[in-house]
């Protein structure tokens, strides 16, 4: 963080009592996470975790594993929670579960990664190898990954929550045109999660999956929040509103993820970055104030006018 930015951090931030060292900056003790709750059990969740997939797949280097580390490390000192992977994503499991060990497995850590593959049997294999590459006994949360198998991969899950071998059970799709099927799982099956696309310019499931979810009490994480760093580089260089401050924005960041999780329904949005200083900026967005839904319609219109 530049010293401006962190001069404007502090000024905006309801900083009251214990102050703590962090990073070469300070933080308030009491700011903590924003959280919203997992309709179907209850727990809480940040509203921002966060995705592992190109990001985290740095295969053997010990360096980029350190510096992957790094940016788990920062994800945790702001009281990050859920961690998404999946076995589609090459070594990323493996670079989580290196990264937890050496930070002694945080005690906020939400562990969510899928079921890839169509067959039931080598679904079981891979949750077994998937548990053996985090280093951990459960899962917080096994998701079908792009719907693929779902029938009997949501069986074997329910199965393994039923026996307390799993924490939530969830499905995901990434792509528009798997939304009716997503939408016929979600009225049909006691879902805990469900996974989907969500940014201020991908809004295609504000029409009837979130208010679905809602209705059926089905806790959503965003994906692809950033759209992959497109809408990032859409706005380099562009002015934040004004009225960005009303609603604790330092950045462009912290303005897209805001938009995502003041949406009622979205229970966390998970970009994925493998910059230790932009995980920061990610985090941010889980705190202060967010958007009602007025300041939402004004940040679609500032978004077009760009
Ligand atoms: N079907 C599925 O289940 C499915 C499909 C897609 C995605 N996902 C999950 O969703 C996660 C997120 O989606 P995604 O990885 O596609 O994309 P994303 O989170 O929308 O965007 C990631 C990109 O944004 C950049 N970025 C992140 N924070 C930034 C910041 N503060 N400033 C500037 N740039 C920033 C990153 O670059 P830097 O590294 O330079 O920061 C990276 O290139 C995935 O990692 C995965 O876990 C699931």
Redesign the pocket.
């Known amino acids: 963080m530049k010293r401006r930015e962190f001069l404007e951090w502090i000024a905006l931030s309801a900083v009251s009592a214990v102050l703590v060292p962090y990073s070469g900056a300070t933080v308030a003790a009491e700011d903590k996470p924003l959280t919203r709750k997992i309709p179907s059990t209850g727990a809480m969740l940040p509203l921002i975790g966060m995705?592992?997939?190109?990001?985290f797949n740095v295969g053997n280097s010990e360096r980029l594993r350190n510096t992957r580390t790094d940016v788990l490390r920062e994800f945790f000192k702001w009281g990050g929670g859920l961690i998404?992977?999946?076995p589609m994503y090459g070594s990323s499991e493996e670079v989580v579960g290196y990264g937890l060990a050496k930070l002694n497995f945080p005690p906020t850590l939400f562990s969510a990664t899928?079921v890839w593959t169509s067959s039931v049997t080598e679904g079981l294999e891979q949750i077994q190898e998937s548990k053996k590459l985090w280093k951990l006994k459960k899962f917080d949360l096994l998701q079908v990954?792009?719907l693929d198998g779902w029938e009997g991969h949501l069986k074997t899950l329910f199965k393994m929550k039923e026996s307390g071998a799993l924490g939530h059970v969830g499905v995901?799709?990434?792509h528009g045109r798997r939304h009716d099927e997503l939408e016929r799982i979600m009225r049909t099956q006691p879902l805990d999660f469900v996974?989907l696309t969500y940014n201020i310019r991908d809004r295609a499931v504000e029409s009837r999956l979130l208010g679905l979810a809602q209705d059926r009490g089905i806790a959503v994480i965003a994906?692809?929040?950033?759209?992959?760093?497109d809408l990032?580089r859409r706005v380099q260089g562009k002015p934040l509103p004004p009225w960005a401050r009303e609603i604790d924005c330092q950045n462009w960041?912290q303005f897209l993820l805001k938009f995502i999780v003041s949406h009622p329904a979205i229970t966390c949005a998970?970009?994925?970055?493998?910059?230790v200083t932009?995980m920061r900026?990610?985090m941010g967005a889980g705190r202060g104030r967010l958007p009602d839904a007025a300041t939402r319609v004004k940040m679609i219109q500032y978004m077009a006018s760009l």
């Open positions: 995705g592992t997939w190109i990001t998404d992977s999946s899928k990954h792009n995901t799709t990434s996974q994906n692809r929040p950033l759209d992959g760093g990032i960041p998970i970009p994925a970055t493998r910059v932009h900026e990610n």
